[in-house]
Nanobody, 128 residues
Framework: QVQLVESGGGLVQAGGSLRLSCAAS????????MGWFRQAPGKEREFVAG??????????DYADSVKGRFTISRDNAKNTVYLQMNSLKPEDTAVYYC???????????????????WGQGTQVTVSS
């Protein structure tokens, strides 16, 4: 069982930055692919970024809408995954969720149904 707790959300002006953190419980964090998803009001939850397990090189994947602006990273010693968000836009406003899936390859799921564990979410609001 893995428990995930997000933090770092808040209100920021357009063009600003935020860093989200997701702290995971458990001793096998390094064997989990981690993903960030978001859900805006009235919209479906969507993939934002994902990172693979470290022995595979920690490969990453991003939604086209955030490429070049967001960076996902992980610190296995702290059982934490981060999402650095720069050049924020009003359309980035959403509840951001962290998710985890145990994997044994370079696989980084982009479909939310592939993930087994979810955090409670953290609100990010970008004002124009």
């Amino acid at each position: 069982q893995v428990q995930l707790v997000e933090s770092g959300g808040g209100l920021v002006q357009a063009g600003g930055s935020l860093r989200l953190s997701c702290a995971a419980s458990g001793r096998t964090f390094s064997s989990y692919a981690m993903g960030w998803f978001r859900q805006a009001p009235g919209k479906e939850r969507e993939f934002v970024a994902g990172i693979g397990i470290s022995w595979s090189g920690g490969n990453t994947d991003y939604a086209d809408s955030v490429k070049g602006r967001f960076t996902i990273s992980r610190d296995n010693a702290k059982n934490t995954v981060y999402l650095q968000m720069n050049s924020l836009k009003p359309e980035d406003t959403a509840v951001y969720y962290c998710a985890a899936k145990q994997v044994y390859s370079r696989y980084v799921p982009t479909n939310e149904n592939a993930y087994n564990y979810w955090g409670q979410g953290t609100q990010v609001t970008v004002s124009s």
